[in-house]
């Protein structure tokens, strides 16, 4: 009955996506980027390192990394209306341009550290499905190999010919997401009719998992590249696709553990980046095969993505370094990362560079809407993000 449930939910949503006009339309098509990337399958690492930290609080946790993630997207909503346009000048506001500039050298390195961060959960999935076991040197290695792979696509021309099956493998990806929903839905309800608790286990947590909650920013990162698709979508579209894509995000989120609380202490009892996998395991024998499946097509695709997105901010910051010798130095860092990290650490060290790049972005918002004259109230609360975002790449740290 449950792997009825998965497997009609996630071909309605499937179809949704590829056949209907759902899927055609352009606010989908301005949306899906930023939820994508977004929802990535870090949302399954997710679950096992809050209910470590937080307990029966975790809902709450990824509740409160959502609504500070929104927070800092209204910042990044007005500079696509308000900053962007100042940046088309012919003489920009050198203060502006000169963050700006900083800004995208600094989201150059938080996108070559998530490309080791994806490629490592890619590498571990991979593993575990086939072994039925953790091998971190062989998640490793097999996460090197495909950034070879990535350098090599990049250096010859090809790497554009992966991202043209994009909108398949996002369709892929949040329909396993929704099969997974429905059927955690069908054993919840299958536990009440048997009598059996549905709770979450005993809140936990102190004052000292707020700099590994803060650690977490990465899990709710992608909401930005909304910012990067002003080739395609006007400003306006692009703002309000980005509140679509982060309002369903947060409801996946939550959903999500909400879905999942009677699994939280199976999956807080497993280790590494798998554990959600093997709590999974207690609800089909079909969920895990089918989660690797999504896993890996939307790591590889995200870290594609990354891999473009680093190279081509890279060339226009730099304005020398074509895209394509951009590439090994791009692979030869995330090599590094991926080598001399685990994947707690790479998480917060991926959060701490995107949290400086928010924090640039918030920094902007506020100077431009002091030079507007903007709000009082606005301008103090840019920048109380612009703190709170430099804190989180100060004080967060990783999961254990």
Same mark, same amino acid.
């Given at each position: 009955?449950?792997?009825?449930?998965?497997?009609?939910?996630?071909?309605?949503?499937?179809?949704?996506?590829?056949?209907?006009?759902?899927?055609?339309?352009?606010?989908?098509?301005?949306?899906?980027?930023?939820?994508?990337? #977004?929802?990535?399958?870090?949302?399954?690492?997710?679950?096992?390192?809050?209910?470590?930290?937080?307990?029966?609080?975790?809902?709450?946790?990824?509740?409160?990394?959502?609504?500070?993630?929104?927070?800092?997207?209204?910042?990044?909503?007005?500079?696509?209306?308000?900053?962007?346009?100042?940046?088309?000048?012919?003489?920009?506001?050198?203060?502006?341009?000169?963050?700006?500039?900083?800004?995208?050298?600094?989201?150059?390195?938080?996108?070559? #550290?998530?490309?080791?961060?994806?490629?490592?959960?890619?590498?571990?999935?991979?593993?575990?499905?086939?072994?039925?076991?953790?091998?971190?040197?062989?998640?490793?290695?097999?996460?090197?190999?495909?950034?070879?792979?990535?350098?090599?696509?990049?250096?010859?021309?090809?790497?554009?010919?992966?991202?043209?099956?994009?909108?398949?493998?996002?369709?892929?990806?949040?329909?396993?997401?929704?099969?997974?929903?429905?059927?955690?839905?069908?054993?919840?309800?299958?536990?009440?009719?048997?009598?059996?608790?549905?709770?979450?286990?005993?809140?936990?947590?102190?004052?000292?998992?707020?700099?590994?909650?803060?650690?977490?920013?990465?899990?709710?990162?992608?909401?930005?590249?909304?910012?990067?698709?002003?080739?395609?979508?006007?400003?306006?579209?692009?703002?309000?696709?980005?509140?679509?894509?982060?309002?369903?995000?947060?409801?996946?989120?939550?959903?999500?553990?909400?879905?999942?609380?009677?699994?939280?202490?199976?999956?807080?009892?497993?280790?590494?980046?798998?554990?959600?996998?093997?709590?999974?395991?207690?609800?089909?024998?079909?969920?895990?095969?089918?989660?690797?499946?999504?896993?890996?097509?939307?790591?590889?695709?995200?870290?594609?993505?990354?891999? #473009?997105?680093?190279?081509?901010?890279?060339?226009?910051?730099?304005?020398?370094?074509?895209?394509?010798?951009?590439?090994?130095?791009?692979?030869?860092?995330?090599?590094?990362?991926?080598?001399?990290?685990?994947?707690?650490?790479?998480?917060?060290?991926?959060?701490?560079?995107?949290?400086?790049?928010?924090?640039?972005?918030?920094?902007?918002?506020?100077?431009?809407?002091?030079?507007?004259?903007?709000?009082?109230?606005?301008?103090?609360?840019? #920048?109380?993000?612009?703190?709170?975002?430099?804190?989180?790449?100060?004080?967060?740290?990783?999961?254990?």
């Amino acid at each position: 009955m449950i792997e009825a449930f998965f497997s009609i939910s996630a071909l309605a949503v499937f179809t949704a996506i590829l056949f209907t006009r759902i899927g055609r339309s352009e606010v989908w098509r301005a949306m899906v980027a930023p939820l994508a990337s #977004i929802i990535g399958s870090g949302f399954l690492v997710s679950a096992p390192l809050l209910g470590r930290e937080l307990g029966g609080f975790a809902i709450l946790g990824i509740a409160g990394l959502c609504a500070f993630a929104w927070a800092i997207g209204g910042a990044v909503r007005y500079n696509i209306l308000h900053v962007e346009p100042l940046l088309e000048q012919a003489l920009p506001p050198r203060n502006v341009a000169v963050l700006e500039r900083l800004s995208a050298f600094t989201l150059f390195f938080a996108y070559v #550290i998530s490309v080791a961060y994806y490629l490592a959960l890619l590498g571990a999935f991979v593993v575990k499905e086939a072994t039925g076991a953790a091998d971190p040197v062989m998640a490793k290695l097999i996460a090197t190999a495909l950034l070879g792979l990535i350098g090599w696509l990049g250096w010859s021309g090809g790497i554009r010919k992966v991202i043209q099956i994009e909108s398949g493998v996002v369709a892929l990806k949040l329909a396993v997401i929704g099969g997974f929903l429905a059927a955690l839905a069908a054993y919840g309800c299958g536990l009440l009719w048997e009598g059996a608790s549905v709770m979450p286990p005993e809140p936990r947590g102190d004052w000292g998992s707020v700099p590994v909650l803060l650690g977490m920013l990465i899990m709710v990162q992608g909401f930005e590249t909304s910012r990067f698709l002003g080739e395609e979508f006007g400003r306006e579209m692009r703002v309000r696709t980005m509140r679509y894509a982060q309002f369903a995000a947060t409801g996946i989120y939550v959903a999500f553990f909400a879905l999942l609380s009677p699994l939280i202490s199976a999956a807080m009892e497993g280790r590494g980046e798998t554990a959600v996998m093997d709590a999974a395991l207690l609800v089909s024998p079909l969920l895990p095969l089918a989660l690797t499946l999504g896993a890996v097509a939307s790591q590889f695709s995200a870290a594609v993505a990354d891999a #473009i997105g680093g190279a081509g901010l890279a060339h226009g910051a730099t304005r020398r370094l074509t895209g394509h010798q951009v590439y090994p130095v791009l692979v030869f860092v995330s090599a590094l990362v991926l080598w001399e990290t685990d994947i707690y650490e790479v998480i917060a060290l991926a959060s701490r560079a995107f949290a400086v790049y928010y924090m640039l972005q918030c920094a902007i918002a506020a100077i431009v809407t002091a030079k507007a004259g903007g709000d009082r109230s606005a301008i103090a609360g840019r #920048i109380l993000l612009t703190l709170l975002c430099a804190g989180v790449a100060v004080f967060g740290i990783p999961a254990e």
